[in-house]
Structure formats: structure tokens, C-alpha cells
T-cell receptor
Framework: AQTVTQSQPEMSVQEAETVTLSCTYD???????LFWYKQPPSRQMILVIR??????QNATENRFSVNFQKAAKSFSLKISDSQLGDAAMYFC??????????FGTGTSLTVIP | EAGVTQFPSHSVIEKGQTVTLRCDPI?????LYWYRRVMGKEIKFLLH????????ESGMPNNRFLAERTGGTYSTLKVQPAELEDSGVYFC??????????????FGPGTRLTVL
């Protein structure tokens, strides 16, 4: 069974600094998708970034980038130039070929002004 | 484009009572999913509809949970009778069958259920 592990329940970062959220997963599949979702205090969860497992190039979306290490089954999220609006709960998610999603327990990110 | 909406946003009920949660997916999205997050735990899959049909309900905890999607539009999730361990945030998500957004699920704000 696929599992997703986020080992950092809480993280904090100084405004304008960089922070990395870790995520590891376990799977026997070779084709899958990985996601980072963000849930701000208003509770609507939104997609931050997506990575296809067959792509070697790490995905990037503005200040957000991932470090995808397929062999190590690691998928960390780097937030550069952190802003107050980045404060949220971040969920790492794995999607298998059957379109089933598996989530981690989340990392609560605090941005310090 | 309106996003996924859920009603109510909060619900507080007593053990043994019945609660019905509603989810309205994004218009045109045939896939509809229900998830639950118990405090401090991961978000867990409950079930998946394709239009009005249950594609996968392997995550439903027990027969006190009943999900429906009549007409393939909105969905309801009924808990009857509610138990203390049912407390948590219930998320709904939707996605289209095809297109560039197929691999992404769009989430609603969730319904926070508290069973006393």
C-alpha cells in the first residue's frame, strides 16, 4: 500500500527566508504523480505544485520548487523568499495510476515577520 | 468558475444523532471524492464517485456512513448514528474525467464535524 510521510509536524521560517518541507512516500509503482497542497487558515485547500514521476526535471512554480528524488522516494518542497501569506498547513500527496490519492499528516508552516 | 463548495462549514452534534454533509463539485466534474482528516492524522480517502456511481468505497469506515450522488451532481454523506470517533474534518474534492486538470483534485473547504 502507498503511504506518505511528513516528518515535520511544524516548521517556521523568517519572512524572506527559504524553508524546505520534507515528504517521503512508499510505493512499488513506477508511474505516479506527487503533489503539494496548501491549506491556509481559511481552510480551502489549493494545489501548490505537481510532479510527474516520469519527469526527471524538478517542477517549479514561481517561489515554489520541489526536489524530487525518485530512487529515494523523496519529494521535498522548497519555498523561497517566504511571505506572510505562505503560512498554512502543507500536505504532501501521492496519486497512483488508479487516481487514488494518499496524503501525509501535514506540516504547519509559520512565517515570522 | 465556482469552486467546490461544502455545507455546513461546522456541525456539532451529540453521539447517536444523525448528520448529513453536502458537497457541490465544480460543474462538469464527473469525479467526486470524499476524504476525512481526524485531528493530527493524515487525510484519508473515503470514497470515489464517477457521476452517480460509486467507483471505490474502500475507505468507508463502516455501515454508519452512507454516501449518495443522485443525478451525478452534488453528493451527500450521512453519518447515522454518529459516534465520538467520527469527529474530524470531512473534505470533498472533484476532478474532470479528461483534460489538463485530470490529474489534480480540487478541494472544498471542508466540514468540521464535532461529535460530543
Amino acid at each position: 500500500a502507498q503511504t506518505v510521510t511528513q516528518s515535520q509536524p511544524e516548521m517556521s521560517v523568517q519572512e524572506a527566508e527559504t524553508v524546505t518541507l520534507s515528504c517521503t512516500y512508499d510505493t512499488s509503482e513506477s508511474d505516479y504523480y506527487l503533489f503539494w497542497y496548501k491549506q491556509p487558515p481559511s481552510r480551502q485547500m489549493i494545489l501548490v505544485i505537481r510532479q510527474e514521476a516520469y519527469k526527471q526535471q524538478n517542477a517549479t512554480e514561481n517561489r515554489f520548487s520541489v526536489n524530487f528524488q525518485k530512487a529515494a522516494k523523496s519529494f521535498s518542497l522548497k519555498i523561497s523568499d517566504s511571505q506572510l501569506g505562505d503560512a498554512a498547513m502543507y500536505f504532501c500527496a501521492y496519486r497512483n495510476t488508479g487516481n487514488q490519492f494518499y496524503f501525509g499528516t501535514g506540516t504547519s508552516l509559520t512565517v515570522i515577520p | 468558475e465556482a469552486g467546490v463548495t461544502q455545507f455546513p462549514s461546522h456541525s456539532v452534534i451529540e453521539k447517536g444523532q444523525t448528520v448529513t454533509l453536502r458537497c457541490d463539485p465544480i460543474s462538469g466534474h464527473d469525479n467526486l471524492y470524499w476524504y476525512r482528516r481526524v485531528m493530527g492524522k493524515e487525510i484519508k480517502f473515503l470514497l470515489h464517485f464517477v457521476k452517480e456511481s460509486k467507483q471505490d468505497e474502500s475507505g468507508m469506515p463502516n455501515n454508519r456512513f452512507l454516501a449518495e450522488r443522485t443525478g451525478g451532481t452534488y453528493s451527500t454523506l450521512k453519518v447515522q448514528p454518529a459516534e465520538l470517533e467520527d469527529s474530524g474534518v470531512y473534505f470533498c474534492a472533484s476532478s474532470p474525467m479528461t483534460g489538463t486538470s485530470y490529474n489534480e483534485q480540487f478541494f472544498g473547504p471542508g466540514t468540521r464535524l464535532t461529535v460530543l
